[in-house]
Nanobody, 123 residues
Framework: QVQLVESGGGLVQSGGSLRLSCVAS????????IGWFRQAPGKERIFVAV????????YYADSVKGRFTISRDNAKNTVYLQMNSLKPEDTGVYYC????????????????WGQGTQVTVSS
């Protein structure tokens, strides 16, 4: 059974930092691209960042470039999202998602999701 578990969310002031973790089980982790998505209240789930399984290249939404960093540790079956210089508009539930093979930006292309972790940035 494939499972993703996120952790690391919380309440932080504007300008602060958080590191989210996504631990995967039940899959050959190194063969999966792992993405992070955010869903704010009443809004659609949007792409934040993705780590490409084949070469480790990373891709980011324009709104987080230069502030967020996605990384992975295949030995620990874990992907991280380091979030710096947080802004109130970064608030939402953050989900990690797994996709076998190449990366993708669309949430519909990811069949496996975690339960999400809440991030709240106060102004």
């Amino acid at each position: 059974q494939v499972q993703l578990v996120e952790s690391g969310g919380g309440l932080v002031q504007s300008g602060g930092s958080l590191r989210l973790s996504c631990v995967a089980s039940g899959l050959t982790f190194s063969s999966y691209s792992i993405g992070w998505f955010r869903q704010a209240p009443g809004k659609e789930r949007i792409f934040v960042a993705v780590d490409r399984w084949s070469d480790g290249r990373t891709y980011y939404a324009d709104s987080v470039k230069g502030r967020f960093t996605i990384s992975r540790d295949n030995a620990k079956n874990t992907v991280y999202l380091q979030m710096n210089s947080l802004k109130p508009e970064d608030t939402g539930v953050y989900y990690c998602a797994a996709r076998h093979g190449d990366y993708a930006y669309g949430s519909a292309l990811y069949p496996t999701w975690g339960q999400g972790t809440q991030v709240t940035v106060s102004s």
